[in-house]
């Protein structure tokens, strides 16, 4: 019996240990539960917290300003400086083409325009010289004036004297002698007067046609001024399609898309190579329409780049584009042809990086990036 009682008691105690342990285990699991539910909570309050004050998407990439390099002229490739990738600063050199052709026009040109710059010197030593005759007419004009005036005086005393003459002859007071050279004197006095009269229209003459010459040369004068200034727009047309011989590289960058080889003929606008300047990257980040109410021109962001993980990049929101991408795209969406499926857009954001970035990290086109716009909370 005692063996029995025993056992019994045993097996209640094993029974209300398995139950205390079962309610223990119970008890540990409400608490894990509740402190996972609160972590949760938590964790997803500061998500959401987190979510409403950084924007992300990784729509985006690294863009920049991509040159193209083509000649202005027409021409034979001569040299070629640079190789796909190289790096190049602002000013080098990146093609020249054969110039003899330029050259030659350009001493055309040059002979050209002296030679119309040799008939404005000629021209205006025929103003000068005919300016100068009629200073010299004018001063003779006023040479025969004088003497004009003075012949006219000798002729009233002739006048007198031979009036007087007369008058004394008919009264024999004086012999016929003597008074046909009163006589002579007067119309000598009458012929100098005359002459006097028609050197000063002589002279005067000479003075309106040395005037009209005058006039003459100096149209002449701006003909050929007009003339000259064609020349040597001429001229400058021929030293600039000689100096486009020479491509310079537009930007600091890298050249790539390099499409000519030394001899190549090259037209006038054809694409040789590209030139990238990675200087001024940004990064095109698509959001999505519904995050951009509270995205605005200035505001903070932190890059994440693909190709370097765990380095992150600091920019802030430069502009955002007037129109979807699906605006601006090939063919744009129709929607008003009955088959229309409402889907969220994607808008243009450009991101500008801060120009104190890593410069061991180069950013190049194309790469693949994580942008965050952090809002600040009002």
Known sequence: MRGYHGDKMDEIKQEEAKQFNNYKRKVTAAIVFTVVAIIGIVSVYFYVQYK???????????????????????????????????????????????????????????????????????IDARIEAARRQVE???????????INELQKANLAQAEKDRERAENLQKKDAISRERYEKALTVYKVAVAQVKAAAEDQKSVLFAVETQKAMIKQAEALRITQLSSIKQKEAVLETARLNSGYTKLVAPADGYITKKSVQTGNQIQAGQPLMALVSLEGAYVVANYKETQLEKVKPGQKVEIKVDT?????????????????????????????????????????????????????HVLRMGMSVVPTIVIEKK
Do not use: C, W
């Open 308 to 360: 370097y993980p765990g380095k992150k990049f600091q920019g802030k929101v430069d502009s955002i584009m007037a129109g979807t991408g699906a605006v601006f795209s090939l063919f744009p969406a129709e929607n008003a042809t009955g088959n229309f499926v409402k889907v969220v857009q994607r808008i243009p954001v450009k991101i500008v990086i801060d120009k104190d970035a890593d410069p061991e």
């Open 52 to 122: 409403s004050t950084h924007i992300s998407t990784d729509d985006a990439f690294i863009d920049g300003d991509i040159y193209t390099i083509a000649s202005k002229v027409t021409g034979t490739v001569k040299v070629i400086h640079v190789n796909d990738n190289q790096s190049v600063r602002k000013g080098d050199i990146l093609v020249e083409l054969d110039s003899s052709d330029f050259d030659v026009k350009m001493v055309e040109a040059l002979s050209a325009v002296n030679a119309e710059k040799a008939k404005i010197v000629e």
């Open 136 to 146: 010299e007419a004018i001063a003779k004009s006023d040479a025969i004036k004088a």
